[in-house]
């Protein structure tokens, strides 16, 4: 596909987006099924509820991280830098969408070392999909990807449904957790792995862990359906009956979490997709996650401002003060264990 062509999908992709009734799963990521039992004792300031993570061994001041979201061409650049400003000003952790347009062609997107100097002291990560990996300067590009901006880590998304019902979608994944592993031996960052919104399964996360792949971020169902949007820009009726009967599929977000958590007790594990609010974050953390990862509710904020971003999160971060303090929680590790409803716990 042409470069002119890649990028006017990805404007597509932020316009159907930000009309979020014809890109969100016809599932619920599962956050109602998950009650905190109220406590009307706290005996905390809730001033000083300490909500620090650590995502890399960078602290946070808050276990946040705003998901990748590439865009097309002409509105990538003002995005990157309100959410890398807002990040830095907040203290939270960001991902870039995929950096294949820019490394490929002249237009960068903003997603140059610039956006690091905006950022000194975030974690950034870069992004490449699985998918690209397997073309043959795949291990050349994951590196490029890092380099460009100074990143923490690389992401490597899985969209292995995006790509199938996508009219030009890469359909052929034999290969991928291989080439996967190859990328985790050669680059000097550490790699992270997602999937778009249909979920990461506790054996999918199992083999990524084996192959050597430090964070799992389960991108699951019930927030942006790539299968729906895909559906909505489909240029004929068979294609996107194809792509809409996928609409409510994928593993929900909440099931995901607690399975992997489950399964690997010890890795660096993030909850995103359908996260809502800091109430939803509060819940994700109890399940097992040690970061909440969120696009598409960051988007709107994105396309204003910085000022709009910081508002965007801080309203989150506050919501989740407020989870901890109405559960007795000090601090994350103490909302690890607060009380379900009798019925959930
Ligand atoms: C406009 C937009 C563009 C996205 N582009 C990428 C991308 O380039 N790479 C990637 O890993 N994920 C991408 N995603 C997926 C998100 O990172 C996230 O996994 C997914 O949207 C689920 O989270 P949400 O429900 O909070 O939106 C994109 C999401 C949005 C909304």
Redesign the pocket.
């Known amino acids: 596909m042409k470069n002119s062509d890649l990028s006017r999908r990805k404007d597509d992709?932020?316009d159907i987006?930000l009309d979020r009734y014809k890109?969100t799963s016809r599932i619920s990521a599962g956050w109602a099924q998950l009650q905190f039992e109220h406590c009307a004792l706290p005996e905390l300031d809730h001033g000083a509820i300490d909500l620090r993570a650590t995502l890399l061994g960078v602290e946070l001041q808050a276990p946040l991280l705003i998901?990748?979201?590439?865009?097309g061409a002409n509105r990538s650049e003002a995005i990157n830098r309100h959410l890398a400003e807002a990040a830095q000003e907040l203290g939270i952790a960001m991902?870039v969408?995929?950096q294949r347009v820019s490394l490929q062609t002249g237009n960068d997107q903003g997603l140059t070392r610039e956006l690091r100097r905006l950022a000194p002291d975030i974690v950034l990560l870069s992004?490449i999909?699985a998918a690209q990996l397997l073309e043959k300067d795949g291990l050349d590009l994951a590196r490029r990807a890092v380099d460009a901006l100074q990143a923490n880590g690389l992401?490597i998304?899985l969209n292995p449904l995006q790509e199938a019902v996508q009219a030009e979608g890469d359909r052929n994944w034999r290969g991928v957790l291989t080439q996967i592993a190859r990328v985790v031996d050669s680059l000097e960052v550490p790699v992270i792995v997602?999937?778009?919104?249909a979920g990461l399964s506790a054996s999918v996360a199992r083999s990524l862990a084996e192959a050597g792949v430090q964070v799992i971020d389960v991108?699951g169902a019930?927030?942006?359906s790539w299968a729906a949007v895909e559906g909505e820009r489909a240029a004929n009726t068979a294609d996107r009956a194809v792509a809409m009967a996928f609409s409510d599929w994928g593993i929900p977000t909440a099931s995901a979490v607690q399975a992997i958590r489950n399964a690997l007790p010890d890795v660096a594990l993030i909850a995103?997709?359908?996260?809502r609010d800091g109430v939803d974050a509060a819940k994700a953390i109890r399940l097992g996650a040690d970061i909440v990862?969120?696009?598409?509710?960051a988007?709107p904020g994105a396309t204003l401002s910085t000022e709009a971003v910081i508002e965007h999160f801080q309203i989150i971060i506050r919501q989740l003060r407020t989870a901890c303090f109405c559960t007795g929680s000090a601090n994350l590790a103490a909302l690890r264990h607060a009380p379900l409803l009798a019925s959930q716990a």
Request: hydrophobic residues 30%; aromatic residues 0%.
């Open positions: 992709h932020l987006v890109a998901s990748s979201m590439t865009g991902g969408g995929s992004n999909g992401i998304h997602k999937e778009v919104g991108a019930g927030g942006t995103s997709g359908g996260v990862g969120q696009a598409a509710g988007l």
